[in-house]
Structures are given as C-alpha cells and as structure tokens.
C-alpha cells in the first residue's frame, strides 16, 4: 500500500470513535468488492477455466476448473512449471481468479 504513512498519521490523531467509523468504512468496501468478484465469477466460471488463488500458505497457486457447484468450485491444482493436475480442492468462488 503506497500511502500507508497517510493512514498511520490519522489513526495517531483520530478519536477511538473516529477508528472505529473508518474501520466501518474499510469493511463495507472490502465486503462489496468481495461479494461483486464473487458475481463475476460465478457466472464467468466454467468447467476447463484456467484460475489462481493464494493458498494456505500465502502462495500464489495455478489450476484448473473441475467443476463448478453453487458456491464452491473443484478446481484442480497444476503440479509446478506445468499443467498437469497434481490435487483437487474445493475451493470457495469468490477467492478465486480467472486466468485467462
């Protein structure tokens, strides 16, 4: 985040109740981004979609698309520098990212 000093300095001279309405602020955005990337990509997902998503473990991960369900998607994990389909997870729709 680049201007993440600007958010520092007002949360240092904000009131507890001033926090508190930013941090309100912040989640509703967050969560109407979340719920419209959701939309985008339940009716944008199809069986054979290249996607990504981050992983347990922070990491950027790469598969396939098994199959799509109402509110998951069985996506299928590539095994490293290929396409080849190592693991299938159930992965929630909304923290996925289409590829292509």
């Given at each position: 985040m680049k201007d993440k000093h600007i958010i520092n300095t007002l949360c240092e001279t904000w009131t507890d109740v001033?926090?508190?309405e930013a941090c309100s602020l912040i989640c509703t955005e967050a969560q109407k981004r979340r719920n419209t990337k959701g939309l985008y990509n339940k009716v944008n997902?199809?069986?054979?979609s290249r996607v990504s998503w981050k992983n347990n473990h922070g990491y950027i991960t790469k598969g396939e698309v098994i199959r799509v369900k109402r509110k998951k998607?069985?996506?299928?994990?590539?095994?490293?520098?290929t396409?080849?389909?190592?693991?299938?997870?159930?992965?929630?729709?909304?923290l996925l990212t289409i590829i292509d």
């Open positions: 001033e926090v508190e997902l199809v069986e054979g998607a069985l996506v299928g994990e590539y095994a490293v520098g396409t080849q389909t190592v693991q299938t997870w159930d992965i929630p729709i909304n």
